[in-house]
């Protein structure tokens, strides 16, 4: 096979090689023009011209795939400029994250729009400078997430900006060509529309930051919801719904993702916002192809702790960041994670005693299905372009390739 000058054949071996639903032995990974070509038996015999990548024991396994991640390293995606998100997008590169769907927050829709602006002016830069000078992860369509909340569950997001969805905004967002994720709190005046109108622009459709009943849970479901964002924070529980709903207690968000085998759901291992405990019970309940992990991640992710704007750099309502998780001011109740998915993969690999092909595909393949784009990221597969990261035997990330270019991992700067 003729291979590229700049992109020399690369063979990926000395390690253990991270598939869909298992781990593989004495196997190598080959990679040419961007794209997984083989994996096959190892051998001592190596092409001519080809750079062999020594795993030192450690791990192979596909870039991960955010689909619920809102900034890191001082930039937020809602600060509108073309610095702070390529230093988002930087930021995750470095935790292992190739893909990214950045996600809004209950901004105005003038911020939100050109939160979309800036981002589709991104995926420019990066198509331009391809792989071999980004260093940044690829932005794969944007989550329209915020301003769709229910009033007493905005968490830190600014509630002055929340609002039932209408027809004439969100149909401005979904114009761009750029929404392929779309959150909306199932109760609100309006939902049974909105999810509709995504359905048929084929997007994942979720609710989050919701108080719905199982009713409006199931309604949500027939108009094409599939998917809840964030399990057990900020949504409906029986204890959270009796104020709304009075006796008999009501089931609400948990009880129907539990029992219908199509929803899926994600959590935030960050160990802070839920204990090993809830971990394990969803991945038990749910399984790895319906439960997916995400960081939800703020600016203050690589960041020294201190007091940060969540959202919208201008108007952003402030935060605190002790270095392990964000805290809205009064220090009540949590405010986003400042950790990457490296974190969120060994702290789930913990909870779920290291069944370690099934947390992978949580972070990676599982994600990649649900947004969409799994048939060409998401898992080690032949044909597949040849996003992949090397962890070492302790699940620090080492490398980073993107279509087969290693990456720099340089250090953010606040923007």
Same mark, same amino acid.
């Given at each position: 096979m003729q291979q590229d000058e700049k992109r020399p054949m690369k063979l990926f071996r000395g390690g253990s090689i991270v598939l869909a639903d298992r781990v593989v032995e004495g196997q190598r990974v080959v990679v040419a023009d961007g794209r997984i070509?083989?994996?096959?038996?190892?051998?001592?015999?190596?092409?001519?011209?080809?750079?062999?990548?020594?795993?030192?024991?450690?791990?192979?396994?596909?870039?991960?795939?955010?689909?619920?991640?809102?900034?890191?390293?001082?930039?937020?995606? *809602?600060?509108?400029?073309?610095?702070?998100?390529?230093?988002?997008?930087?930021?995750?590169?470095?935790?292992?994250?190739?893909t990214v769907f950045p996600t809004t927050t209950t901004g105005t829709c003038e911020q939100i729009l050109t939160a979309f602006d800036i981002c589709r002016q991104v995926q420019g830069i990066h198509a331009e400078a391809g792989s071999e000078g980004c260093g940044e992860a690829r932005i794969a369509g944007m989550h329209l997430y915020g301003p769709y909340f229910a009033p007493e569950k905005v968490g830190c997001h600014k509630l002055e900006h929340q609002r039932d969805p209408v027809l004439s905004e969100y149909r401005r967002y979904f114009a761009t060509g750029m929404v392929k994720i779309a959150t909306c709190a199932a109760e609100l005046p309006g939902a049974a529309a909105f999810y509709r109108y995504s359905r048929q622009r084929d997007c994942l459709i979720t609710c989050g930051h919701s108080n719905s009943t199982y009713p409006e849970m199931a309604a949500a479901f027939r108009n094409g919801m599939r998917h809840v964002d964030h399990f057990w924070c900020v949504m409906s529980s029986v204890s959270s719904l009796r104020p709304r709903c009075g006796t008999p207690m009501q089931a609400g968000m948990e009880q129907f993702v539990l029992v219908e085998p199509e929803m899926s759901t994600e959590v935030i291992a960050d160990g802070c916002h839920l204990s090993d405990e809830l971990l394990n019970f969803a991945y038990?309940?749910?399984?790895?192809?319906?439960?997916?992990?995400?960081?939800?991640?703020?600016?203050?992710?690589?960041?020294?702790?201190?007091?940060?704007?969540?959202?919208?750099?201008?108007?952003?309502?402030?935060?605190?960041?002790?270095?392990?998780?964000?805290?809205?001011?009064?220090?009540?109740?949590?405010?986003?994670?400042?950790?990457?998915?490296?974190?969120?993969?060994?702290? *789930?690999?913990?909870?779920?005693?290291?069944?370690?092909?099934?947390?992978?595909? *949580?972070?990676?393949?599982?994600?990649?299905?649900?947004?969409?784009?799994?048939?060409?990221?998401?898992?080690?597969?032949?044909?597949?372009?040849?996003?992949?990261?090397?962890?070492?035997?302790?699940?620090?990330?080492?490398?980073?390739?993107?279509?087969g270019v290693k990456c720099p991992m340089t250090q953010s700067k606040k923007p």
């Open positions: 070509r083989a994996i096959e038996a190892d051998s001592k015999r190596v092409p001519a011209g080809a750079e062999v990548i020594d795993l030192k024991g450690g791990f192979l396994a596909p870039g991960m795939v955010d689909i619920h991640v809102h900034g890191g390293g001082g930039g937020d995606f *809602m600060d509108g400029t073309v610095e702070a998100t390529r230093t988002v997008c930087r930021t995750h590169l470095r935790h292992g994250t190739t038990r309940i749910k399984g790895p192809t319906r439960l997916c992990l995400v960081t939800d991640s703020s600016r203050a992710l690589d960041m020294p702790p201190g007091r940060y704007k969540f959202g919208c750099e201008t108007d952003g309502d402030w935060f605190l960041s002790d270095g392990q998780v964000g805290r809205v001011l009064d220090g009540t109740n949590l405010a986003s994670s400042v950790a990457g998915m490296d974190r969120m993969v060994r702290t *789930m690999l913990r909870a779920c005693q290291r069944q370690v092909a099934d947390v992978i595909r *949580m972070a990676s393949l599982t994600p990649a299905e649900r947004a969409g784009v799994a048939e060409s990221i998401g898992s080690i597969e032949e044909g597949k372009r040849a996003d992949l990261v090397v962890w070492s035997p302790k699940w620090k990330v080492r490398q980073v390739f993107m279509d």
